[in-house]
């Protein structure tokens, strides 16, 4: 059975950084896209930044460009988002999921309902 596990997040000031991990099991990933979804209360699930693992290639959202690293562990299956100059604004629930069937020009796709395979959700949150 697939898992998809986040650990990392917790409560941090504005400017600080959190480095949030995915741990996959239950399946070895290779053609498929991972992402970082988030939700904040009384909003929608956003795509924050998606990778497609077949070949790295990344998509982050306008508003963590520059700020949002993703990088992956292809030994253990582990996905990272490394999350620098945070703002309250990035606060939220944040996700980790996978989508089966992906290619690269489809890594831009990130609508929540084209992904399969979620974790359970670390929150984030940041203080002014």
């Known amino acids: 059975q697939v898992h998809l596990v986040e650990s990392g997040g917790g409560s941090v000031q504005a400017g600080g950084s959190l480095r949030l991990s995915c741990a996959a099991s239950?399946?070895?990933?290779?053609?498929?896209?991972m992402g970082w979804f988030r939700q904040a209360p009384g909003r929608e699930r956003e795509g924050v930044a998606v990778?497609?693992?077949?070949?790295?290639?990344?998509y982050y959202t306008d508003s963590v460009k520059g700020r949002f690293t993703l990088s992956q562990d292809k030994a253990t299956n582990t996905l990272y988002l490394q999350m620098n100059s945070l703002k309250p604004e990035d606060t939220g629930m944040y996700y980790c999921a996978a989508r089966r069937i992906c290619n690269n020009v489809q890594r831009t796709q990130v609508g929540p309902n084209l992904y399969q395979l979620w974790g359970q959700g670390t929150q984030v949150t940041v203080s002014s």
């Open positions: 239950g399946y070895t990933y290779s053609s498929v896209c």
């Open positions: 990778v497609y693992i077949g070949d790295g290639a990344t």
